[in-house]
């Protein structure tokens, strides 16, 4: 009987790859970078500037860059700080990115897609995805609005901003002439090199996209996963649009926890208008501390009154009343008041992102002085 002879393949060529120790190499750099970092950034080292929108101090970096690579030691939230002069009114634009304000000073209200919501030192106001928004202060004197963006949108092509109006104390860069359209509104500059440069997107297919959002409709129950899809396309247009966009700070109750004296604004077990932000405030008794622990998620604090410092992983960061203070990933951390007679304040922010990835909750370490349980 004849033997057929099996005709096996050819071995391909393997080649090397470095990926794994790729990533370890970019990790050790990025580690002994974010090592370098300060934790604490001063408020009057970092200048106001002007955008189309606002008067701002950027704490981040440049805009469009990954600021963190730039300045500071954190990578999920961009952060500033703006004024809205007395009487006067912000740029009106749209974007993607959910938007946190703590209001630090001044009092005004919002026009958020036609509807009004005023606000004052002590709230947070929200801007949801997509949503069109100006700020106006109503006070004799200039509104502080301490605010975050999340860094996220960049990576998911999402990051584009529709300026709509410009402030009315916008000046284009010097020897640039303002371009405006035919109903007379600033949409843009024109360099003294002859460039000219729009505000916006420029592209109105998002715009499109998201007004036929509004459009859908859908009744009854789900029959099927896919008809929880669409469901779910409804009730997240629905509810961007229908829930309140101001947290009242007066409203929120003081909790004693081992951490310390805290007044969560926004957190999961309290659900608000943004969906990738958890915010409190602390209070530091005079000559107190706070509890100890870590998480993984970064943390950034607006100091809001008195002076004292932090210990992040055996590190001493003094600060006061204005600055902002970064807590890194893992970070173990533990806040202190130096002033004996007066407590000091600050109001934190985290990112709910580790939250939905699976990495929330809280180690704790030591309890806050004066906590009996």
């Known amino acids: ?145 301490f605010f975050s963006l999340p860094n996220v949108f960049d990576l998911m092509g999402l990051s584009s901003i529709e300026q709509i109006e410009v402030h009315e104390r916008y000046r284009p860069p010097e020897g640039a002439t303002l371009v405006r359209n035919a109903e007379g509104n600033v949409v843009g500059y024109k360099t003294a090199a002859g460039e000219e440069l729009r505000f916006g997107a420029g592209d109105l297919t998002y715009q499109q996209m998201m007004e036929a959002k509004r459009t859908q409709q859908f009744t009854g129950e789900p029959r099927n996963t896919y008809q929880h899809f669409r469901k779910n396309l409804y009730d997240m247009t629905a509810w961007r649009l229908g829930i309140p966009h101001v947290v009242k700070g007066k409203d929120k109750v003081w909790e004693n926890t081992e951490m310390g004296k805290l007044k969560y604004l926004m957190s999961p077990y309290n659900p608000g208008p943004l969906l990738l932000y958890d915010a409190y405030l602390q209070e530091l008794p005079p000559g107190g501390k706070s509890g100890k622990h870590r998480h993984v998620g970064e943390e950034v604090h607006k100091i809001l009154s008195g002076k004292g410092y932090d210990i992040h992983d055996g590190r001493k960061w003094e600060w006061e009343a204005e600055d902002v203070v970064l807590i890194p990933n893992h970070t173990v951390h533990q806040h202190f008041n130096s002033d004996p007679r007066q407590p000091a304040t600050f109001q934190s922010l985290q990112s709910r992102l580790y939250h939905y990835i699976g990495h929330g909750g809280i180690e704790h370490l030591e309890d806050a002085s004066g906590w009996k349980g």
């Open 1 to 145: 009987m004849e033997r057929q002879l099996e005709r096996r393949r050819e071995a391909e060529p393997v080649a090397f790859s470095r990926i794994i120790e790729d990533m370890w190499k970019r990790l050790q750099t990025l580690n002994e970078r974010v090592a370098s970092l300060s934790h604490v950034v001063k408020f009057n080292e970092v200048p106001w500037e002007q955008n189309a929108t606002t008067f701002l101090k950027n704490y981040t970096g440049p805009a469009g860059l990954p600021g963190w690579l730039l300045r500071l030691p954190i990578r999920t939230l961009d952060l500033r700080e703006q004024i809205v002069f007395a009487g006067r009114k912000s740029g009106k634009h749209r974007h993607y990115q959910e938007a946190f304000f703590y209001i630090v000073e001044g009092e005004g209200y919002e026009i958020h897609d036609d509807k009004k919501y005023p606000w004052e030192a002590g709230d947070v106001m929200c801007v949801p995805t997509y949503c069109v928004h100006q700020h106006f202060n109503t006070g004799n004197k200039e509104a502080r609005l």
